[in-house]
């Protein structure tokens, strides 16, 4: 015997879920927005991107077509 569906509790479930991932993304841009905001402040370091893992410095760039001496 198939099971009965319930229409509204059904409804409710899939409306707390999109309320659940909006406010997740609403936190998300929040806090990225305030990590901007203190780096224009100087109160954090800029992340430049450039280093190659988490906690190694940027190192001088490489150029590919001659070795190194």
Partial sequence: MPRKPNYKFERLERQRQKAAKKAA????KKEKTEKRKAEIAG???ADD???GSPGEPPGPPQEDGEPTR
């Fill in 25 to 28: 993304r609403l936190d998300a």
């Fill in 49 to 51: 991107g450039f280093a």
């Fill in 43 to 45: 109160l954090v370091p």
